[in-house]
């Protein structure tokens, strides 16, 4: 009895020591990040000793950031008058919109493959599959093309389409991929117990796909909330402006609005991080324990 | 009784084929069609560009020079260089990132207090926009005022500040560092998930059976992983191989005329190059094409093999 | 009844369409720096016209990208679009830009608006100017005092050697705060008296013995000896920024820096920066910005009107007093001066008389200065010959030139 708690005593203390190196090395950059933009200009020049937390914090760069300035390169910055709000929801709708769509369309799809059998499964999955290294601009020129025909530049829900189609291969991947290690007894047994393929999906495929969902779906948010390419060539004006194209504002002609961009990366950062925190509950075990019956 | 995790488990449905058929189309015809139409008509369109001398600056009908461009770009040697160097980065990123997403993802999975706030910290860097990301490390390792250089002097570790990124090997080093940080969220997401369809009762048994648990992982969870694994690791060889915003925002960026940094330029900065600086979209579409079969190459040896592994397992 | 009704609908109808007719909407294409920084000034030219301004700012090379993908398929990306110096080449060579010239007929610009005839190529003209700002230098006047000199350098041997006086004695360690890029090599070429180009695009800098062959040479030793800092070569950050953090003592900047570089709240060398006329023979080359009408607009006389407000008096002094922006208009900037408004006014008055311009007009303008830029990167990196570099850029300059004609 006592030798086992120490055991998972000393577990937990190597466990601990490798969070923190963990966070060190993923959050040391960020904490400086969340520095520079509580900071002034001059401290930031600072050198050769740094201070690791300014001696007179600023909350100026966020003010700046939402109220809007217009001056940028002489004086003071932030250009961006409006466009975070705007952008801010913009980049939520988009990013949720298309990983929700995303992750719903995987899902099925990787039901599809990984559990059916049909003709031409294995050319269709490749048919699907094969752009997935293409680099984004070589189709670019065409796509805007087809995408300004149908009106839908400059529009949310263009934005949308387009993340959507890009993302469905990974996710698809990824689905078919975690769809496969559901046991398959459960499946026959509710087969047998007379269930069609839709009843099959909603009562048995989706609780238990249930962080293979949270994973493609968060892989997708995120790689939305980051995509810089798309938002700059298919939107114009702030009906549609999306936060990366926002934070490439703060480079100006000749200087770097560093304590603002910093700032705007500061509460870019916020959103996805509250909606991972909220999906780590998918993410954790909970596929097979007790699922049989 | 054990399940074989990767076999194609075929549900006997030979009594409502018919209605296996529809679901099968209503799944899977509008996807096709969508990614047939935005992304294959595209690509064809671009292959077509691929073949004519198009370019945006020399206003003249483009001619169809057929595979001149792609022989014009494999006999440069700027090619080789390119690529030598791409693959370079991914043989420094690729196995850092994979070691550190799995380490993280079998810590994280382990039950402690505070596991959910850590695995979303964790994920952060993730969420930092690429362009700030460059300007970020721009900063850090800044020789002349950077914070790197301000902590190690602070702890006595060195006493001058370094220009760390001087020299094109030791930009490529960074490069490489950097990279992994942005980017290792994302295998670790993947394996996480991976890791939760491994049957507690597999390992519980194991256990009871006496297996340590270097045994334990070697002979369940490492082959039950590997399908997340190859995932995750096709998607980072892409993502290495195709480096772009790094390199661009830490050694080539700053300048206003669009100057790419000799010494760290990839087969991703070669394209952009030659698309949207020198606009000759001809040969930019060729060699996004040779990309796209180096990638894909590689990407199908990664993808059968790590597959036909674990199936033997 | 229904007749009445219908009678009703029609006269409602006269009254709405013709507002929604006056109502217009264009769509401007800038950088930050071109987003007309006074917002009264901008909603009373709103009000004014009838015609709404939809800004939509980007980063300069991304406008370039969003231009370019939309020119390839016949599409403007919108109505005005402002031009920068590489705008001619990434712009007007791509057939995006429209010839104002039948505008101008009927409403000529003015003579004060200098500079016009950057922007006219091939006899037609495509921007209309909206401020100059000539590539100058700074320097800390108190450092050099500190190093015993109390005049800026005559000539660039005398700065070199004062550079070296300043490292010596520990006054500053990189004193020379200049870009291993193409600017760098332009600026000493020409102030160093050298034309570099001739009529007909000649590439005359190549010549035996040429100035700019001089200049390749001390630039390529300014970064052996380390006399500009390591970090600039890095390519992190630029010239700017090491200055301001506090390194240097000669810095390449621009007309209107020592606005940044004295104020205290962004530069460290605050505030003993000054302008200084460049040595040598002291000329320079400028800046240009413009701004223009998209080729597939269809808001042409709206257009027009924004061009017309956004680079008269009123817009062009908000832009100088927002950005330091050298006003295009020369009875503005005599008015800015009047009010004490420009700072170093008498050197930039010596610098604009000693200018000499670059091609810009060249098709090929854009991809070749990216590659001086790698060709200097390249030599310093490698230590490579100057003369041997000076040779590479000018086969460059002549292969991209038999391409594009």
Sequence with gaps: ?293 | MVHSFYSLVLIDRSREPRQDLIFVAVILLPLIILVGILIYLPAVDSLITSFTNENLRIRRPPKFIWLKNYSKLIENSEFWIVTARSLLIVSLTLPLELLMSLGLALLLTEVFPGRAMVRTLVLLPWMLPPIVNGFLWGWLLNGEYGALNGLLYQMGIIDEYVTWLRNPDTQIIWVAVVQTWTRFAFPTIILLAGLQSIPKDLLDAAKVDGASSWQSFKNIVLPLLMPSFAVALTIEFIASFQIFDVIWTLTAGGSAGGAINPFTKTLMLYNYELVFRDLRIGLGAALSYLILFLSLGVAIVFVTRLYNQAVKS | MRSIKNTLVSILLMAVIPAALHAEKITFLTPSWGAPPDKALLESFQKESGITVEIQSVQNKDLFSRTQIAAATGQSPADVIFLTQEAPSNLVAIDMMRSLNDLQVKDPLENDLTGQEFWNIGGEQFGVPVYAQLVMMDYNTDRLKQAGFNTPPSSWSELKSMAEKLKSSGIDKHPIAMKSSDWSWYLMALSMGDPMFGNDFKPIFANKGSKSRVAMKMLLEFFSEELISPEIVAGTVNQHSIFWSGTGTFHQGWQGSIRIGNNVKKSKQAPHVAYMVLPGVGNTWSFPAAIGIAKYSKNVEASWKFIRWYTGKANQKSIYKAFGLYPSRSSVAAELNDEGLVDGYSQILAQSKKVNELPRQALWWGPFTAKVSEQILTAVQTGADSDKTVDKIAAIWNELKSEYE
Excluded: H
């Design chain 1, 1 to 293: 009895m006592a030798l086992s708690y120490n055991r998972n005593f000393i577990k937990r203390i190597w466990i601990y020591l490798f969070c923190a190196i963990a966070l060190l090395w993923a959050i040391g950059p960020i904490y400086w990040i969340f520095v520079s933009s509580i900071s002034t200009r001059m401290e930031l020049y600072a050198t050769p000793i740094k201070s690791w937390f300014p001696s007179e914090p600023t909350w100026d760069a966020y003010i700046r950031l939402f109220q809007g300035g217009g001056k940028y390169r002489g004086g003071d910055v932030s250009p961006t008058e409006g466009l975070m709000w705007t952008s801010l929801y913009n980049t939520l709708f988009v990013s949720i919109v298309s990983a929700a769509f995303v992750t719903f369309l995987s899902t099925n799809a990787g039901y599809v493959f990984a559990r059916m059998k049909f003709k031409g499964k294995g050319f269709f999955f490749f048919f699907l599959m094969l752009m997935m290294p293409l680099p984004l601009w070589v189709s670019i020129i065409a796509l805007f093309f087809m995408i300004s025909n149908a009106g839908l530049i400059d529009t949310l829900s263009g934005m949308i389409l387009l993340f959507i189609v890009f993302l469905l291969p990974l996710g698809i991947w990824l689905m078919s991929t975690f769809v496969r290690e559901i046991n398959p007894e459960i499946e026959e047994a509710a087969i047998v117990d007379g269930c069609n393929r839709w009843q099959l999906m909603r009562w048995i495929i989706y609780p238990l796909s249930k962080s293979g969902m949270a994973a493609v779906f968060l892989v997708s948010l995120l790689t939305v909330w980051n995509n810089f390419l798309l938002p700059l060539i298919f939107t114009r004006s702030p009906d549609s402006q999306m936060l990366t194209v926002v934070l490439s504002l703060f480079v100006g002609q000749y200087e770097v609005a560093w304590e603002d961009m910093a700032a705007a990366a500061v509460v870019t950062m916020l959103p996805p991080f509250l909606i991972a925190l909220f999906f780590q509950r998918f993410l954790i075990r909970g596929m097979t324990l007790g699922a049989v019956k």
